[in-house]
């Protein structure tokens, strides 16, 4: 990955905030249960299991596109670091 161009780096490094990452598992998890009900009564209202599945999938591919990419909103928290001390040689 050290090929690679700074700005390409750091994109598809996608760091993320740990209280970001949290709220993202709770509401991605929150997601998939809804989706996965929403897309079964779907597919046993319209007799077809074809299109629950196109549902449950067009649903997760907007869940990948939201979570996924290194997006600003998941750095809303940014982790602050303490600045780096010397040791005193003796």
């Known amino acids: 990955m050290n090929q690679l161009p700074p700005s390409v780096q ?19 998890q929150i997601f998939l249960i809804a989706l996965t009900v ?6 046993f209202f319209s007799s077809s299991v074809i299109f629950g599945l196109e549902v449950f999938l067009g649903g997760l591919v907007l869940l990948i596109l939201a979570a996924v990419p290194p997006w600003p909103y998941l ?3 940014p982790v602050k670091f303490l600045p780096v001390r010397k040791l005193h040689q003796t």
Not at 10 to 28: F, N, R
Not at 38 to 43: A, D, G, L, R
């Open 38 to 43: 929403v897309s079964f009564v779907i597919s």
């Open 10 to 28: 750091k994109v598809l490094e996608g760091k993320i905030d740990p209280k970001s990452q949290y709220a993202l598992e709770q509401i991605t």
């Open 75 to 77: 750095n809303r928290h």
